[in-house]
């Protein structure tokens, strides 16, 4: 798949910010290529195009994108709660998957499309693009090899504040709005996925999940802190939120030291450099271990895609749909300990 001519062709369904920085990612990938975007307008598809030197294919419709042949596989950007009628939409076009987090609004949503995906015998991915970082590869490998001895802590945030905007998505209950959706996944699957490299697994499910959280006047939780429990005597104090800014990062304690990670989501967007910060018992500074990656992470992610279609399966880390579920499981209990739901659930 490394001649221009074997590239796999991307179409873009929906022209919102994060398929921007997906469409600058697959430009920038060694595997992939944009041959369409599709939008709600000529307009609209039309202006997303021109921004990137003009994709070739432009449509009308998300309808349109999945009809056109010259597509491989669809990026899904729409707004989370249109995202179940769009995937299964696309696997029904054989066209294979990269949906956008969170991949529905519940487990329902998510067993729905992922049927649907093996239905049509289309690869399916959810993307949470840190999960094809090599920062990641190189979290995992020190855990493995011991760097912190025994896992037995993790802290995990992703929390920011949106500002007084109740129609936006972030804070609008018909869209999915609130933390846990929106941004709740990171921390919880980065929680799983270090419990799983310890237990033997590609994500761990907890045990157990005790949550606080606060519903405004928008009706969505506009932040929120979890205290879960793993296989292993491994524990995580976990806090998302739209409506609060926090610091945010991960952190893992074990029996020998602690691993600061400053930057957990999106690092090195356009490649470069990024810090992991490694203390042993005993010592106050740190040793700085330096990431360098000249992959765009959004390059990364699309080329994980790429890769997981030719073996039939996600490659780990990448989101497997088994990790998928158990975390999607693990966000609807997140929400049923605050008391939120949303409209038809």
Not at 7 to 20: E, F, N, Q, V, Y
Not at 208 to 228: C, L, M, N, P
Not at 326 to 344: F, N, V
Request: glycine share 12%.
């Amino acid at each position: 798949m490394e001649e221009a001519q074997d590239k796999l062709r991307w179409g873009i369904l929906a022209t919102g910010s994060i398929a921007a920085s997906f469409v600058e990612g697959v430009m920038n990938s060694r595997l992939g290529t944009v041959s369409a975007v599709g939008s709600r307008g000529q307009e609209s598809a039309d202006g997303f195009a021109e921004k990137f030197g003009g994709i070739p294919n432009r449509h009308p419709s998300y309808q349109g994108l999945l009809e056109d042949e010259e597509v491989d596989a669809v990026y899904i950007a729409t707004p989370h709660p249109m995202h179940k009628e769009w995937a299964i939409k696309a696997a029904q076009a054989g066209k294979h998957i990269l949906c956008e987090k969170p991949i529905g609004l519940n487990i329902f949503e998510a067993e729905q499309i992922i049927k649907a995906a093996k239905d049509n015998g289309v690869f399916l991915m959810e993307a949470y693009m840190y999960r094809c970082s090599d920062q990641t590869l190189e979290i995992i490998k020190l855990i493995k090899d011991g760097a912190i001895g025994q896992v037995k802590s993790i802290e995990a945030s992703f929390s920011f504040d949106i500002g007084d905007n109740p129609d936006g998505r972030h804070l609008n209950k018909a869209l999915g709005g609130g933390g846990i959706l929106d941004v709740g996944g990171y921390p919880m699957s980065m929680a799983g996925l270090i419990a799983g490299v310890v237990n033997g697994e590609t994500f761990s499910e907890p045990k157990q999940i005790k949550a606080v959280g606060f519903i405004g006047d928008t009706g969505v939780d506009e932040y929120t802190s979890a205290v879960v429990g793993f296989d292993g005597g491994i524990t995580a104090r976990l806090s998302c939120g739209v409506a609060l800014e926090e610091p945010i990062n991960v952190s893992v304690s074990g029996s020998e030291g602690r691993l600061f990670v400053p930057v957990p989501w999106k690092p090195s967007p356009q490649g470069g450099e990024t810090e992991l910060h490694l203390y042993k018992n005993g010592s106050e500074e740190p040793e700085v271990i330096k990431v360098k990656t000249e992959k765009y992470l959004y390059g990364a992610e699309a080329d994980a895609v790429a890769k997981g279609i030719e073996a039939k399966e996600a490659i780990f880390p990448a989101m497997s749909c088994e990790d998928t579920l158990a975390l999607m499981r693990s966000l609807d209990r997140w929400r049923e300990e605050i008391g939120l739901h949303y409209d038809g659930e």
